[in-house]
């Protein structure tokens, strides 16, 4: 537009975009099958992580979204149909309240398929689940599988701070092997 109504004389952005920067990106797996394993393994073994192990294997084992899965209520477990109904995430704000929000995504709402492995952990969670005194309803749901010691539910920076403390300490573990 500018050149057609004479205003500069050249383009300077007539050039194509791969002969100035190289695509030097190369495609990565976040966390290999074996560490993966390995992870599990150690989370399973240790005393104080292994009552964490079925929402980690279930996190693993669906690609939920921790806010999702934190987010998620008895009733959204379709153990009949075999499928987990995903329409919603738990977010809690700076000022510590907890709200229920859509997913990320129109495509984020959805069923994720659960396998038998799967469905064995979330009884296993609805089964172990500590009974608090006044059950939490975060914007008309109740029943979150996870609660946290002030039973609230447990939202995704308590997640975060599990994977980071167990990887952290199965360097720890390996470093001490080592020696």
Same mark, same amino acid.
Not at 50 to 65: A, E, N, P, S, W
Not at 135 to 141: G, K, N
Not at 144 to 155: I, S, Y
């Given at each position: 537009?500018?050149?057609?109504?004479?205003?500069?004389?050249?383009?300077?952005?007539?050039?194509?975009?791969?002969?100035?920067?190289?695509?030097?990106?190369?495609?990565?797996?976040?966390?290999?099958?074996?560490?993966?394993?390995?992870?599990?393994?150690?989370?399973?073994?240790?005393?104080?992580?292994?009552?964490?192990?079925?929402?980690?294997?279930?996190?693993?084992?669906?690609?939920?979204?921790?806010?999702?899965?934190?987010?998620?209520?008895?009733?959204?477990?379709?153990?009949?149909?075999?499928?987990?109904?995903?329409?919603?995430?738990?977010?809690?704000?700076?000022?510590?309240? %907890?709200?229920?929000?859509?997913?990320?995504?129109?495509?984020?709402?959805?069923?994720?398929?659960?396998?038998?492995? @799967?469905?064995?952990?979330?009884?296993?969670?609805?089964?172990?689940?500590?009974?608090?005194?006044?059950?939490?309803?975060?914007?008309?749901?109740?029943?979150?599988?996870?609660?946290?010691?002030?039973?609230?539910?447990? @939202?995704?920076?308590?997640?975060?701070?599990?994977?980071?403390?167990?990887?952290?300490?199965?360097? %720890?573990?390996?470093?001490?092997?080592?020696?």
């Amino acid at each position: 537009m500018a050149m057609d109504d004479d205003l500069i004389r050249k383009n300077p952005f007539e050039f194509q975009l791969a002969t100035v920067v190289v695509n030097d990106s190369v495609t990565r797996e976040a966390i290999t099958r074996k560490q993966e394993r390995e992870f599990l393994r150690f989370i399973k073994e240790d005393k104080h992580f292994c009552k964490y192990y079925d929402g980690i294997y279930i996190l693993f084992k669906t690609g939920l979204r921790v806010s999702e899965f934190c987010g998620l209520t008895k009733e959204d477990i379709k153990f009949d149909k075999e499928r987990i109904k995903v329409e919603h995430q738990l977010q809690r704000k700076r000022d510590m309240e %907890y709200v229920i929000e859509t997913p990320k995504t129109e495509k984020g709402v959805r069923y994720v398929p659960m396998d038998e492995d @799967v469905a064995d952990c979330f009884k296993r969670i609805i089964e172990n689940r500590k009974k608090p005194k006044i059950e939490p309803m975060i914007d008309s749901r109740a029943g979150f599988l996870f609660l946290d010691k002030n039973d609230m539910p447990m @939202v995704a920076l308590h997640w975060e701070n599990i994977f980071s403390i167990s990887e952290k300490n199965i360097i %720890y573990i390996r470093c001490r092997c080592l020696l």
